[in-house]
C-alpha cells in the first residue's frame, strides 16, 4: 500500500497532551533501558527503520494483553499462557516531563485523518505503516506512532509484575 497523507490534515488532528501515567510491558533483560524504543516490526513500524515507536496503554491489563495475549490465542481452542512468559516481564509506569503530540485514532480518529479504518485494527499493517511514514515524514518526529528512540521527553519506572496487587490475586486462584 503506497498511500500518501496530508501533512496539514494530520496536523490538525494532533493532540497535544502531558501523559501522567502509562504502561507499558518489557522483558526483565530489558531493565536498564525500559524506554528503549527500538525500530521493530510492528503495526507503526517503519519498514526502513528510521524511527521506532513506543506502545504503551493507560491501564497495567492492556499493555498486558498487547504484550502477551492478543494474537496468541486466535483459533485456539486451548489458551494456555506459560507463567515463565509472565514472570519474565515488568511492567513500566511511563510520564511525559513535557507535553507531546499523539494522532488519536481511537474512534473516528482515523477518518479524520483521512484514513482507511484499517489502520487502527487490520491484521495487515501495511494502511498503519503508511500513515506512520507519512507523519513521521511530514509532521516531525514527536508524534504518538513515531516517536524518536531516545525519547528525551519521558520518564520511567519499571516494576515487577509480582508486584502487583491484582496479579497476586490472580495466582492465588490458579
Known sequence: MTTSYDPERI??????VRIERMFRLIQTKHRRRPLGAVPAPSR????AGKYAVLYAAEAVRCSFWEALAR???ARRKRRVLPRADVE???V???RSTSTL???????DGPIRVSAPAAVAHDANHAAARALSSGA???VGKRTASCSSPGLPDMCAQPYS???SKSWKRSRLRG
Open 44 to 47: 507503526f513500524s517503519d519498514p
Open 92 to 94: 513500566v509506569s511511563l
Open 71 to 73: 494474537n496468541r490465542f
Open 88 to 90: 519474565t516481564r515488568l
Open 101 to 107: 503530540q499523539f494522532v488519536d485514532l481511537r474512534g
Open 161 to 163: 509484575i509480582a508486584q
Open 11 to 16: 496536523r490538525s488532528q494532533l493532540r497535544t
Open 136 to 138: 513521521y515524514a511530514g
